[in-house]
């Protein structure tokens, strides 16, 4: 019997130990960073879930559990309305009255344009929720932070087919340079190896689970948010739906398309039925934007929660403060809103510009507002030699602006051209340089419900932080921290534990400034680091790959002029501020920062955590209960931990 729609990872996918202790600081690093500058690992669900024309709803369930339980953040979504069973399904091809989901239609290429008029892109509506975005004038002052010069190229690097997942670290011989691949989206034959359907499809066709609909990918994700949902487990998931015209069955050859008979179900109305809870939408942001000093917006939280300022522009002049640009910070819209989700319109077929995207406004946000591709051009290597917004000649914020900038990397159809390795390096490169890595290819050809491995190796490629195995077992005697703190390591531009009584000199930050930074002249300990810097700096870490590859140039640059006076292997080392001193493997900026998962043994097992406000908060609620004897015996089924003060269930550190 085929399994219902949901939440199906493999127990192995889910990372743990080293692997989960690497992710989670690197998110609590940048937690405190707006969205818009935090590149993520992306996927296409296309080229991950249904390479080989094959669309079962248990396998498409599983793949797309497996992905998000690996970690990946941002997924392109390739969406197709059914005009004959009058649904958004994930079949190119429609079913019609096929008993069994098996259809004739020959794989074509899926063209995809640009909407005309009725879908702005790159804008949000001052009345989101009502106002046509047909219309010049609907269109609001408040736009995207990104620069729309960009160009629409993107990276071309794939893999080497593979059944041996230890193949993933295996080089084969290197090719020449490439560059940008189409961002055209195809549609493969289904006669490649099978996501385990009984019976094998004829050359050319398709065969689809009339249940693999957008309802059924929205029910997995939710599965997802809720099964994750604590302040260890929770990240931002980026949507980004693709439309097209589903094909009309029995069309063989492929030599005429489907024709929109009437106007499709609105996407807003599926998705908020499904995810209501966790989404943060368009009205949201422009709300919190027009007041950031209202109840609850961006300044009006606790500090832990409160965006980086020097990320984005504030405007004064009004009554208010607001701002025309800015996004929030993963640390407000998780932790603070418990908001875990958002949607936008990626590419859209020329036959769906009638769509009624008005209706989806307050729901979804315009295409191009979330996602901005940037040229780029990678050597054989994996090297990224152009793209990179690293400029040593220029350091502010205008002149690195990576706001939302992605890059596909891997081609299917140059699936062989290329290594694994230097796949997994170009991914680390980009996100070091600013931008999101959307892998557009199925690793090692098998689809991640078929094998998770390949695709856990890559999301992990994507941390820019940590060197590998990286950071180490530690521990605390009586002589000191052994490797408690963290430094930069000049040589290999990645993160190591470091013993805090050891000497080195300090990464400082210029006026709270992102990418500028100073080196301390004096080699201190990492509790003297702080008063090691100069005037007007601050002792920092890096929180974005960014930012490391430009304390990185600064360092570089503090040594060369020292010449051998800093010749010392030990000297390669930089302190920077972030250490597990308050708990072993919760990693945390600033000496005297208390861990903010540090557990309580509850005596059944599992560790569960209440921050000492929230516990008092707890008590006084439950002893009113007890008084008042309200809801006794109420339950609930879905919470799984006890509930902060800010919304949130609290977890202990893993070991």
Request: charged residues 20%; contains cysteine; aromatic residues 8%.
């Amino acid at each position: 019997m085929t399994a219902p729609p949901g939440f199906y990872a493999d127990n192995g996918a889910k990372p743990d130990g080293l692997a989960f202790t690497r992710l989670l600081s690197q998110r609590d690093a940048s937690i405190k960073i707006p969205i818009n500058y935090v590149p993520v690992p992306g996927v296409s669900l296309t080229a991950a879930c249904f390479p080989h024309g094959r669309y079962a709803v248990e396998a498409g369930s599983k793949c797309f559990s497996n992905l998000l339980a690996v970690g990946f953040r941002r997924f392109e979504v390739d969406l197709f309305w059914d005009s004959g069973r009058a649904v958004w399904s994930l079949c190119p091809a429609e079913l019609g009255d096929t008993p069994d989901g098996s259809i004739s239609s020959r794989t074509t290429l899926l063209q995809t344009h640009s909407a005309t008029a009725t879908l702005a892109s790159g804008q949000l509506s001052d009345q989101t929720a009502v106002a046509s975005l047909s219309t010049a004038a609907a269109l609001a002052l408040l736009q995207p932070r990104q620069t729309s010069a960009l160009s629409t190229q993107t990276v071309a690097i794939s893999t080497t087919p593979s059944t041996r997942v230890t193949d993933i670290n295996s080089s084969t011989s290197p090719g020449s340079e490439t560059s940008a691949a189409s961002s055209v989206a195809t549609t493969p034959s289904a006669s490649s190896p099978t996501n385990g359907e009984e019976g094998s499809p004829r050359e050319g066709d398709y065969i689809c689970s009339s249940d693999l609909t957008f309802d059924a990918l929205l029910i997995t994700l939710n599965g997802h948010l809720e099964n994750t949902e604590d302040n260890l487990n929770a990240t931002t998931k980026y949507l980004i739906l693709n439309l097209h015209l589903a094909q009309p069955a029995g069309n063989a050859n492929g030599s005429s398309s489907g024709s929109l008979d009437e106007q499709p179900d609105g996407l807003g109305n599926l998705i908020a039925s499904n995810n209501s809870q966790f989404l943060y939408t368009p009205e949201i942001l422009r709300t919190q934007r027009a007041n950031l000093l209202a109840a609850g917006s961006w300044f009006q939280v606790a500090p832990r929660y409160v965006p980086t300022r020097s990320y984005f522009d504030i405007d004064t002049s009004g009554a208010v403060a607001s701002s025309a640009d800015g996004w929030p910070s993963e640390s407000f819209v998780e932790l603070a809103n418990a908001k875990r989700m958002i949607v936008a319109y990626g590419r859209v077929d020329s036959d769906l510009t009638e769509y009624n995207y008005t209706s989806d406004a307050g729901i979804l946000f315009p295409r191009g507002y979330t996602a901005e591709t940037r040229q780029t051009i990678v050597s054989s290597a994996g090297l990224l030699t152009q793209g990179c917004f690293f400029d040593s000649q220029n350091d502010t914020l205008e002149a690195a602006n990576s706001s939302w900038s992605v890059t596909k990397i891997g081609d299917a159809s140059q699936i062989t051209s290329s290594s694994n390795d230097a796949l997994l390096t170009s991914a680390n490169q980009l996100v070091a340089c600013g931008i999101s890595p959307i892998l557009n290819t199925t690793l090692l050809n098998r689809t991640a419900d078929q094998d998770y491995a390949p695709y856990k190796v890559y999301v992990q490629s994507t941390i820019w932080s940590w060197a590998t195995d990286e950071p180490r077992n530690t521990s605390k005697t009586g002589d000191g921290e052994l490797g408690r703190c963290a430094v930069l390591n000049v040589s290999s531009s990645h993160w190591q534990t470091e013993d805090c009584s050891n000497s080195h000199h300090a990464a400082c930050r210029i006026r709270n400034l992102p990418y500028q930074y100073s080196i301390s002249d004096d080699s201190v300990s990492y509790e003297r680091a702080e008063e090691a810097c100069p005037k007007n700096t601050s002792f920092t870490t890096p929180r974005t790959g960014l930012e490391n590859r430009y304390l990185l140039a600064s360092f570089e640059t503090y040594r060369d002029s020292q010449g051998s006076a800093i010749d010392d292997p030990a000297d390669e080392l930089l302190w920077i501020d972030f250490n597990d001193l308050s708990a072993e493997s919760c990693w945390v900026i600033g000496a005297n920062t208390t861990c903010p998962y540090q557990a309580q043994d509850r005596g059944s097992g599992r560790t569960i955590v209440v921050p000492t406000v929230a516990a008092v908060i707890v008590l006084v609620i439950a002893l009113a209960v007890i008084v008042i004897k309200v809801a006794a015996n109420r339950r609930t089924t879905r919470r799984k931990t006890r509930r902060g003060d800010d919304g949130w269930d609290y977890e202990g550190v893993p070991s």
